[in-house]
């Protein structure tokens, strides 16, 4: 590749000379003139040339002035000025802006013009490694605590899947006992005082929760190895459908569908049926009034260039809504908005882990009064026409 | 009256079991929380169906369901499994096929295990 040069030098005759001397000592290099400092900046923009030797005293831009423009502008261009013998110091107040040399007009001058750009040219080689090693370092760097800090989270959640898994056992023993000694005393009691019989529903109902919590936090710490399977999103959708009026009667609330019918994603048929169980009880729940929650599928490109496209599920409801500042926090294990109603906090923070295992998404948008949108984004397998 | 058989070392549990399924079930309902034992109860008590804890001490419950199969005088006694543990993972740790047993997972309602224990009988 030719070392393209530009020479800004006022003298016309000198800057003739120094541009037959530089083809004369290299033929890969390429000389070009410029008399005029202003034009000579503005082509050093434009054109990017690889050196610039440059006349220090100059009518309108100086040598001095035409640097700092370039320094300015953040353009690192090997720069090399150009003095008369004798003054050194000029050449000093270059180099403390930022030249990379300095050349003197003497006897000497065509000897060293060649030596004085390619320890220029070395130097901004140099730097230049320099500049890449050090972003790749820093890079490197973040991308190792980013690791880091993955590893940790991972080995945390390894080490909660254990500490669940043994918590679960040791618990659920004693809350079969619970429940089973509920169970009796509401045989035995059966003509117990009102309050009595309340206060047994009540230790019932704490038990089946406290279970509920449990079996979410195991689901949530220690996710089952998903099975993947070609699936149709609206026969799972359906089959949560069916599985919830069973679990609990919708009362007032409509449920509306649009499905795409050409889509097929590759998914665990329970783990996607237990993120859309979730998030329609969640629906329901907001709608204790009654409403209509509007389930739609449908693809979109991700990326024009690759074609590349997403499955989603857009489950819409005409609920309460979620206040702005709770939003960032739904996904929080055992963040509750529903304390009061038995929720377990666990829901979305199980819907998004199992999400994140099939490279796919969770995300919320709702207004307090107007309802929630709930968006599960999942990698398309199929689209096609049947 | 049909006969239920409950080995599992939680006592309370298996108390209270049993208390409920004579109640509700109308069962008759015997109790051995030494799973060693377990082969003499069901010699003298000789029971329709078996409810059978999983982690036990000395003998877990999926070696004992191995031994029953293997004893022709029990081989046909149908059992169903009442376990704390919750996943997969750890009942195929414990030397169990999840898909090929009837398992049941602690606390479990007596309703249900009412349902099941009628279900599998007939």
Same mark, same amino acid.
């Given at each position: 590749?030719?070392?393209?040069?530009?020479?800004?030098?006022?003298?016309?005759?000198?800057?003739?000379?120094?541009?037959?001397?530089?083809?004369?000592?290299?033929?890969?290099?390429?000389?070009?003139?410029?008399?005029?400092?202003?034009?000579?900046?503005?082509?050093?923009?434009?054109?990017?040339?690889?050196?610039?030797?440059?006349?220090?005293?100059?009518?309108?831009?100086?040598?001095?002035?035409?640097?700092?423009?370039?320094?300015?502008?953040?353009?690192?261009?090997?720069?090399?000025?150009?003095?008369?013998?004798?003054?050194?110091?000029?050449?000093?107040?270059?180099?403390?802006?930022?030249?990379?040399?300095?050349?003197?007009?003497?006897?000497?001058?065509?000897?060293?013009?060649?030596?004085?750009?390619?320890?220029?040219?070395?130097?901004?080689?140099?730097?230049?490694?320099?500049?890449?090693?050090?972003?790749?370092?820093?890079?490197?760097?973040?991308?190792?605590?980013?690791?880091?800090?993955?590893?940790?989270?991972?080995?945390?959640?390894?080490?909660?899947?254990?500490?669940?898994?043994?918590?679960?056992?040791?618990?659920?023993?004693?809350?079969?006992?619970?429940?089973?000694?509920?169970?009796?005393?509401?045989?035995?009691?059966?003509?117990?005082?009102?309050?009595?019989?309340?206060?047994?529903?009540?230790?019932?109902?704490?038990?089946?929760?406290?279970?509920?919590?449990?079996?979410?936090?195991?689901?949530?710490?220690?996710?089952?190895?998903?099975?993947?399977?070609?699936?149709?999103?609206?026969?799972?959708?359906?089959?949560?459908?069916?599985?919830?009026?069973?679990?609990?009667?919708?009362?007032?609330?409509?449920?509306?569908?649009?499905?795409?019918?050409?889509?097929?994603?590759?998914?665990?048929?329970?783990?996607?049926?237990?993120?859309?169980?979730?998030?329609?009880?969640?629906?329901?729940?907001?709608?204790?009034?009654?409403?209509?929650?509007?389930?739609?599928?449908?693809?979109?490109?991700?990326?024009?260039?690759?074609?590349?496209?997403?499955?989603?599920?857009?489950?819409?409801?005409?609920?309460?809504?979620?206040?702005?500042?709770?939003?960032?926090?739904?996904?929080?294990?055992?963040?509750?908005?529903?304390?009061?109603?038995?929720?377990?906090?666990?829901?979305?923070?199980?819907?998004?882990?199992?999400?994140?295992?099939?490279?796919?998404?969770?995300?919320?948008?709702?207004?307090?009064?107007?309802?929630?949108?709930?968006?599960?984004?999942?990698?398309?397998?199929?689209?096609?026409?049947? | 009256?049909?006969?239920?058989?409950?080995?599992?070392?939680?006592?309370?549990?298996?108390?209270?079991?049993?208390?409920?399924?004579?109640?509700?079930?109308?069962?008759?309902?015997?109790?051995?929380?030494? %799973?060693?034992? +377990?082969?003499? =109860? @069901?010699?003298?008590?000789?029971?329709?169906?078996?409810?059978?804890? /999983? &982690?036990?001490?000395?003998?877990?419950?999926?070696?004992?369901?191995?031994?029953?199969?293997?004893?022709?005088?029990?081989?046909?006694?149908?059992?169903?499994?009442?376990? %704390?543990?919750? +996943?997969?993972? =750890? @009942?195929?740790?414990?030397?169990?096929?999840?898909?090929?047993?009837? /398992? &049941?997972?602690?606390?479990?309602?007596?309703?249900?295990?009412?349902?099941?224990?009628?279900?599998?009988?007939?």
């Amino acid at each position: 590749m030719p070392v393209k040069i530009l020479i800004i030098d006022d003298e016309k005759d000198h800057a003739f000379l120094t541009k037959t001397i530089l083809e004369q000592v290299d033929n890969n290099y390429q000389a070009d003139f410029v008399s005029d400092s202003r034009e000579g900046l503005k082509k050093a923009i434009e054109e990017r040339p690889h050196v610039i030797l440059c006349d220090y005293r100059m009518p309108d831009l100086t040598g001095l002035d035409v640097l700092r423009e370039l320094r300015k502008a953040e353009i690192d261009i090997p720069f090399i000025v150009v003095t008369a013998s004798g003054s050194e110091k000029v050449a000093v107040d270059f180099m403390k802006e930022g030249a990379y040399d300095y050349v003197v007009k003497d006897v000497a001058y065509g000897e060293t013009l060649q030596a004085v750009i390619e320890k220029s040219l070395d130097k901004y080689r140099m730097k230049k490694d320099k500049e890449r090693l050090e972003t790749e370092v820093s890079e490197a760097y973040s991308k190792l605590k980013e690791t880091q800090k993955e590893l940790i989270q991972s080995e945390k959640l390894a080490a909660l899947g254990t500490f669940s898994s043994g918590i679960a056992h040791e618990v659920k023993n004693p809350l079969a006992v619970i429940l089973g000694g509920i169970e009796f005393l509401e045989l035995t009691l059966s003509n117990a005082s009102g309050d009595t019989k309340m206060a047994m529903t009540k230790i019932k109902e704490a038990t089946l929760r406290a279970d509920s919590i449990i079996q979410g936090l195991l689901k949530f710490a220690k996710p089952s190895e998903a099975e993947f399977t070609l699936l149709k999103p609206e026969d799972i959708i359906n089959e949560t459908l069916a599985l919830m009026k069973y679990r609990c009667p919708l009362k007032n609330i409509e449920i509306k569908t649009e499905f795409d019918q050409d889509i097929g994603i590759n998914a665990d048929k329970n783990q996607i049926q237990q993120v859309l169980f979730n998030i329609l009880m969640n629906a329901v729940e907001s709608m204790p009034q009654g409403g209509t929650i509007t389930i739609t599928t449908g693809t979109w490109i991700n990326d024009q260039n690759t074609g590349q496209s997403s499955c989603f599920i857009k489950i819409k409801d005409t609920g309460q809504g979620i206040s702005q500042d709770m939003l960032p926090k739904l996904f929080e294990p055992f963040f509750t908005t529903k304390r009061d109603k038995k929720g377990t906090g666990l829901g979305l923070s199980i819907a998004k882990t199992i999400l994140d295992n099939h490279n796919g998404n969770l995300l919320i948008e709702s207004k307090i009064s107007k309802g929630t949108e709930v968006r599960i984004i999942l990698p398309l397998t199929r689209k096609n026409k049947e | 009256m049909k006969k239920v058989l409950i080995i599992d070392d939680e006592k309370d549990f298996c108390f209270f079991v049993k208390k409920g399924l004579e109640k509700v079930g109308k069962f008759s309902v015997a109790v051995c929380s030494n %799973a060693k034992e +377990s082969f003499k =109860e @069901i010699t003298r008590f000789q029971p329709d169906l078996i409810l059978l804890d /999983i &982690l036990m001490p000395e003998i877990n419950g999926s070696q004992l369901a191995i031994e029953l199969k293997k004893n022709k005088e029990t081989q046909n006694i149908p059992f169903i499994f009442v376990t %704390a543990l919750i +996943s997969y993972d =750890e @009942i195929e740790k414990a030397g169990l096929n999840p898909h090929d047993h009837k /398992i &049941l997972t602690k606390p479990v309602r007596l309703s249900e295990l009412v349902t099941v224990i009628n279900s599998a009988i007939s």
